[in-house]
C-alpha cells in the first residue's frame, strides 16, 4: 500500500520537477514504497517466519485455571472393547 502511495507522490514530485524526474521520481517513489512495505509486514507478521516453538508448547502444557470437570456426571462416549 505505500508503494501505491510512493508512486503517486513521485509522480506529482516528478510533474512539478520536469524533465527526466518525470520517470525518475515515481520509480523511486515507487521503490522506497515497497521496502516500506516489506518491512511493515515483517514486523507485523512476527520476524518473518520465525515461531517461538518451545513457547507454544509451554502454553499448552499450563493447566487451565478455574475448570473442574464432575467425572461422575461425564457419560463415557466410547465402548471399551474386549481383546479376548
Not at 507454544?56 to 465402548?79: C, H, I, N, W
Amino acid at each position: 500500500m505505500l508503494c501505491c502511495v510512493g508512486l503517486i507522490g513521485g509522480m506529482a514530485v516528478g510533474q512539478s520537477l520536469g524533465g527526466p524526474w518525470t520517470y525518475i521520481a515515481p520509480a523511486a517513489g515507487f521503490g522506497i514504497g515497497l521496502v516500506a512495505d516489506m518491512k511493515f509486514m515483517k514486523g507485523m507478521h512476527g520476524g518473518g517466519g520465525k515461531h517461538d516453538m518451545a513457547g507454544d508448547a509451554r502454553k499448552d502444557a499450563t493447566p487451565v485455571r478455574g475448570m473442574e470437570v464432575d467425572e461422575s456426571r461425564v457419560p463415557q462416549q466410547l465402548p471399551q472393547l474386549d481383546k479376548g
